[in-house]
């Protein structure tokens, strides 16, 4: 008798789930809230507010990283799509966790390894589910996982390179405390080996804190051994990678985020910092992180949509010493926007937009700081861009970092990004 395998949630890992161990030859079952979770043929389905009960009735039981292991009730074991992965992975894993900058630096890792003629593949909350790569994984590659708290909140293996960013509160909708987050991110690198590496942020208690739980050889970035920023130049020891002049990337922490990257792939690239160095100029990162759209009467505009905390939204703002028009606002993840407000304050920024459910709180934020320059921003992304090009002026930048989720207006950030994306090319005539 075939396996019996109750796949828990329908998104990109539940899906990548339900394919894999279909091609194991096992019964699979999807289990999701919704009624109209997208089922592929054959394959029987357990849907709606009932869909985490009766779970003792399945061999393996596989959680995807939106629901919490708290909820699910069962004698079976409970695996996830990562945690097989890991488990089946014939390759060096680098794993790169953080609150913010994750994807920007498992991207520049990847690039840098491929630089240097590396086979890398790529993967985890980053959008591609390592199980649909796993088949075709070799010894001699190299698989870089961006990892989120919710992938990590119960695996018990840790990869050979573990990579910890700054970590700051986030989340706190999904996880019980902030003591559950920081612990989520600290199983990167619990179960290291003495053999192991530990890279963390030098600069940020949260990750010196969980890379301590490694039995594996520390090396900071921002401090030596690893790279720093110094004298308008990123140093790796006593060697230049770039002048910070050369980096396709926009902002201070980007410079945080590529010290990062260079110290995880040194370690497997050796001396030679040729790929780095080239992997650095050429990067220009990530769509709806701090990218460029266009400019419109010699004001730029930027789509930040991927900021989500009132933490990358102050790192955004600290990107440009131009004149800024910001646009706040959206859902709420039980952010404190008080430091956010005192930025804004001292940041030269000609106008704040708010827009969304929080756009009270961080309007009392703001006045409890001394600024005064926040409006409404509309409640349509085309009366926000209008808004903005009514406000902004020649030399300013217009700014989409809105410190906030996205889901009381938008799909998600990217739908957030596009339609402001969409909008700017509008009002360019493109």
């Known amino acids: 008798m075939s396996m019996r395998v109750a796949v828990l949630g329908g998104g990109v890992e539940g899906q990548s789930a339900v394919r894999y161990w279909l091609a194991k030859s096992a019964q699979v079952t999807l289990r999701d809230r919704s009624a109209n979770a ?20 399945y061999d393996l039981v596989v959680r995807s990283p939106g629901i919490k292991p708290r909820d699910i009730k069962t004698k079976a074991p409970v695996t996830s799509g990562v945690r097989e992965f890991f488990d089946k992975c014939p390759a060096r894993i680098i794993g790169v966790t953080g609150t913010k900058g994750k994807g920007t630096t498992s991207t520049l890792i990847a690039r840098i390894l491929e630089a240097a003629g590396k086979r890398v593949w790529l993967g985890g909350n980053i ?32 990869p050979h390179i573990a990579v910890c960013l700054m970590v700051a509160p986030e989340h706190l909708d999904w996880h019980r405390d902030v003591r559950e987050y920081v612990a989520a991110k600290g199983n990167l690198f619990w179960h290291q080996q003495a053999g192991d590496v530990a890279i963390y942020n030098a600069k940020n208690d949260f990750s010196t804190q969980i890379a301590q739980l490694s039995p594996g050889r520390k090396v900071p970035y921002l401090e030596a051994p690893g790279a720093v920023v110094s004298g308008g130049r990123i140093m790796l020891g006593a060697e230049v990678v770039c002048a910070t002049t050369e980096v396709g990337l926009v902002g201070p922490h980007n410079l945080e985020n590529i010290c990062a990257a260079v110290t995880a792939a040194q370690e497997v690239v050796g001396d030679d910092l040729g790929p780095a160095r080239r992997a650095v100029r050429e990067f220009k990162g990530l769509e709806h992180r701090l990218e460029l759209v266009g400019e419109i009467d010699q004001v730029r505009y930027y789509d930040d949509s991927f900021s989500t905390t009132p933490e990358t939204a102050v790192a955004a703002v600290a990107s440009f010493d131009e004149p800024k028009v910001l646009i706040l606002g959206g859902s709420d993840k039980r952010s404190r926007y008080e430091e956010l407000g005192e930025v804004v304050t001292r940041s030269n920024v000609r106008a704040v937009l708010l827009i969304g459910a929080m756009a009270g709180r961080i309007r009392e934020a703001l006045e409890a700081a001394g600024y005064r320059d926040a409006r409404a921003g509309g409640g349509s992304m085309a009366e926000i861009v209008a808004a903005a090009r009514a406000v902004a002026q020649p030399g300013d930048v217009v700014l989409l970092s809105p410190a906030c989720a996205s889901f009381d207006m938008f799909r998600d950030y990217k739908d957030r990004g596009e339609q402001f994306k969409a909008m700017v090319h509008q009002e360019l005539g493109e």
């Open 38 to 57: 997208s089922v592929p043929a054959g394959v029987a389905t357990v849907l709606g507010p009932d869909y985490l009960k009766g779970l003792n009735d």
């Open 127 to 158: 959008g591609v589910s390592p199980l649909d790569f796993l088949a075709k994984v070799k010894a001699s590659d190299v698989v870089v996982l961006e990892l989120s708290s919710f992938q990590l909140m119960d695996l018990d293996v840790s």
